[in-house]
Every structure is written in structure tokens, then in C-alpha cells.
């Protein structure tokens, strides 16, 4: 599967309920959920079987202040209504775990600002 950084993809991140080990805690989304493709995929072959993403809300509780990027409705991402980029929940996920690879995408600003929101996240700035 060929994605691009920026990209939206939609992730299943719903666990199997017969088998107990796939309880995360903290819980995890157990639903279909948007994200955004913030791996350097120039860097990957793509045939790697994971890629980094941050998943995106349409709840503004989920959102930090000065740690979101705020996405508004546009032809280019797709979205119906303001959704919200979560950094502080960047996650690697197995490709397969990925429904649908979207022809949406945030813009190359939006991209640079998340990622430099992801690496304020993890410390990177300190």
C-alpha cells in the first residue's frame, strides 16, 4: 500500500472482544477512526508493513490547547465539519489495520505544523 505523508487514511483500531490480550490500557479508539499520514514515506520502502499516523476527532474535548492542529471543512481534506489532529496520540500502525487510503490531505502548512507539534510531544524541543 503506497501513502503519502499528509494523506488521510481511516484506521480500524477495533479490538477482537473474544480475545482479552487486545484490551489496551489506556484504552485505545475500538472504532473506525480518520488519521493522518505524518511518516516520512519518501524514507520507507512501500512494502514496510507499518506507518506512523496521528488520529484525528471531531470532539474539540479530545483536543490539548497549543497541542492541536484545527483543521476547518475544505475540498482538499475531505472533512464535513472542524476536526481536530491529535500529536500526543502518534501511533504506528500495521498497514493492514488501514480501511480506506483517502484522496484527502491536510496542507503542506498543516503537515509541517503537526509534525512539529508531534516532536514537542515527545520532547524533542526541550
Same mark, same amino acid.
Given at each position: 500500500?503506497? &501513502?503519502?505523508? %499528509?494523506?488521510?487514511?481511516? #484506521?480500524?483500531?477495533?479490538?477482537?472482544?473474544?480475545?482479552?490480550?487486545?484490551?489496551?490500557?489506556?484504552?485505545?479508539? +475500538?472504532?473506525?477512526?480518520?488519521?493522518?499520514?505524518?511518516?516520512?514515506?519518501?524514507?520507507?520502502?512501500?512494502?514496510?508493513?507499518? $506507518? &506512523?499516523? #496521528?488520529?484525528?476527532?471531531?470532539?474539540?474535548?479530545?483536543? &490539548?490547547?497549543?497541542?492541536? $492542529?484545527?483543521?476547518?471543512?475544505?475540498?482538499? +481534506? %475531505?472533512?464535513?465539519?472542524?476536526?481536530?489532529? *491529535?500529536?500526543?496520540?502518534?501511533?504506528? $500502525?500495521?498497514?493492514?489495520?488501514?480501511?480506506?487510503?483517502?484522496?484527502?490531505?491536510?496542507?503542506?502548512?498543516?503537515?509541517?505544523? *503537526?509534525?512539529?507539534?508531534? $516532536?514537542?510531544?515527545?520532547? %524533542?524541543?526541550?
Amino acid at each position: 500500500m503506497e &501513502l503519502t505523508a %499528509g494523506q488521510i487514511v481511516t #484506521v480500524d483500531w477495533r479490538r477482537d472482544p473474544l480475545d482479552p490480550a487486545q484490551d489496551p490500557h489506556p484504552p485505545e479508539p +475500538n472504532k473506525l477512526r480518520p488519521a493522518v499520514v505524518v511518516q516520512d514515506t519518501g524514507l520507507f520502502d512501500p512494502s514496510f508493513p507499518t $506507518v &506512523l499516523v #496521528v488520529p484525528m476527532t471531531g470532539d474539540p474535548e479530545l483536543a &490539548l490547547p497549543d497541542l492541536t $492542529v484545527v483543521l476547518e471543512p475544505s475540498a482538499s +481534506n %475531505g472533512c464535513k465539519k472542524r476536526s481536530y489532529l *491529535l500529536p500526543q496520540h502518534l501511533t504506528c $500502525v500495521a498497514k493492514t489495520r488501514i480501511r480506506t487510503a483517502t484522496d484527502s490531505r491536510i496542507s503542506p502548512a498543516e503537515l509541517q505544523q *503537526l509534525r512539529q507539534l508531534v $516532536v514537542l510531544a515527545i520532547g %524533542g524541543l526541550s
